[in-house]
């Protein structure tokens, strides 16, 4: 059990937990009844995500990669649980009464976002984990709507739950950046 008291200290666990329960607890307070719009619940999954995101490299990946422990299947373990605390914690916001979005939109777009998170950290090192899943939420957000399976595929973080291309778009970062992660670790 020591070990796992390390792990979570090395990667800032506490840190991000705090975070992310700051970040539910403003959506809760802040809430006003009426019309949501669904892209606030991008907007608390993508902060939840970066939150969790300091977590994907510790203080020194060069001793990480030298340690003499299998760290493939802990962090394929790492982003999995990162994206159902991100996930979790909107939901948990969501049971109590403020509706953003619907439950299988969380799923996908907190699996998708966490996995873009770690596809950054296997390109651009855990600091800069985070840039990934911000910048698309951006472009999605600010950038022209582009039509058919392009516009589904570009922005499928807003589109409703069952859109075939944007659930697996969704599906694939989180396949795709899970494994690149998992085998390569952060980028030095």
């Not at 739950?161 to 697996?168: L, N, R, V």
């Amino acid at each position: 059990m020591r070990w796992l008291t390390l792990y979570a200290r090395s990667r800032q666990v506490l840190a991000s937990a705090t975070a992310v329960a700051l970040v539910t607890l403003a959506v809760w307070a802040l809430h006003s009844p009426g019309p949501v719009d669904p892209v606030m619940a991008v907007l608390v999954l993508t902060a939840n995500v970066a939150a969790v995101s300091i977590g994907l490299g510790g203080w020194d990946v060069v001793l990480e990669r030298t340690a003499g422990i299998r760290w493939v299947p802990r962090r394929a373990a790492h982003v999995l649980l990162a994206g159902a605390i991100a996930g979790a914690a909107l939901l948990t916001v969501q049971a109590a009464g403020v509706q953003l979005a619907p439950t299988e939109v969380v799923i996908r777009d907190s699996a998708g976002l966490v996995g873009a998170a770690a596809l950054g950290a296997a390109l651009l090192g855990a600091q800069f984990a985070w840039t990934l899943p911000t910048g698309w939420f951006a472009v999605t957000l600010f950038a022209p709507p582009l039509g058919g399976t392009a516009g589904q595929v570009v922005s499928w973080m807003t589109f409703p739950a069952g859109t075939a291309a944007s659930t697996g778009t969704a599906w694939t970062l989180l396949a795709t950046g899970t494994v690149l992660y998992a085998l390569a670790g952060p980028k030095r």
